[in-house]
């Protein structure tokens, strides 16, 4: 059975439907792993600089609207040095995208740095930070939440997610006595951070595992992170069987790797703002994306101005387009490969943070 058939008419306009609510809800704000080559490549500086308000919609239930696209931290860490990432992330949050991706083990804490510097001169009361921490224990999630505090140089971050729900076993770990989560809800009821999610790529049976973990337990996630592609829609799809359960929940949609890390582009099938157009226009609240150039700054800015509810046909064709390459998820190699999941080749990350 075919991607849209599975999708079905009436999810496609429950879908389009969210989507539409996002749009109208938009407004100008108030203050306003992976293949870094075929990023690059795929970049197309864009000129002159549009000046349209970045759109925005609603994070979930929590009250708070977001930029439709947020800056990615793990690309990040990959600009030419400092002070260009410093160029990045302000220039993002002047031209109103204020959601600002990050993780506790990106580049060995230098992502991290890098924005918490950045964040200095009043630029920290632009920004949503959301940052990833990967213990599995109270203790050791309890020590990354405070490197990753002192790191970004804030007092409070507004959203922090369990990082690679990847194993069968991880809902079980991080709810168990003495989990993570305990360490994440004593956080917030000390004023450490805002809101508590959880992000994967691995296969959306293990998110559904998350979600009824949460719910036997009584706990409310405010967002769950997971890849929104045009590849996905055909394989193990984080979109068929996670989306409908999050808009259900009214939980706040984070869409990542849109770009299938940069493998989609190289294949040529589709460009770039095809692919964040394509995840902007489910009902996600943000659209993470890789940016570790000025180029695809732009690129990123360009795609959510431009960004509109995607019409049935035009997202038919598109599928179509893409339905061979999905086969096997051969580009989507962070559900197929061990290659992009970084705790596995350091399960110490999961029991105690390092210095």
Known sequence: MSAPQLFGRRWFLELAGVAALGACRRKSPADQG???????????????PSTAAVPRRMLGKTGVEVSIVGLGGYHLGLATDEAEATRLIRTAL???VDFMDNCWDYHDGKSEEWMGKALADGYRGKAFVMTKIDGRTKRAAAQQLEQSLRRLRTETIDLVQIHEVIRDSDPARCFADGGAIEALVDARRAGKLRFIGFTGHKDPSIHLAMLEAADAHGFAFDTVQMPLNVLDAHFRSFEQRVLPVLVRKGIGVLGMKPMAAGKLLATKAVTAVECLHYAMSL?????????????TVEQAIEAAVTSKPMQPGERSALL???????QGGRLERFKTSQDFDGTTWHPEWLEAASS
Not at 34 to 48: F, H, N
Not at 284 to 293: D, K, L, Q, Y
Not at 320 to 326: I, P, V
């Open 320 to 326: 179509e387009r893409t339905r061979e390459l999905a």
């Open 94 to 96: 002047d031209r109103g």
């Open 34 to 48: 992976p293949d870094a080559t075929a990023r690059k490549e795929g970049a197309t500086p864009l000129s002159p």
């Open 283 to 295: 009902p996600t609240s943000v659209v993470i994306t890789g940016c570790e150039s000025m180029a």
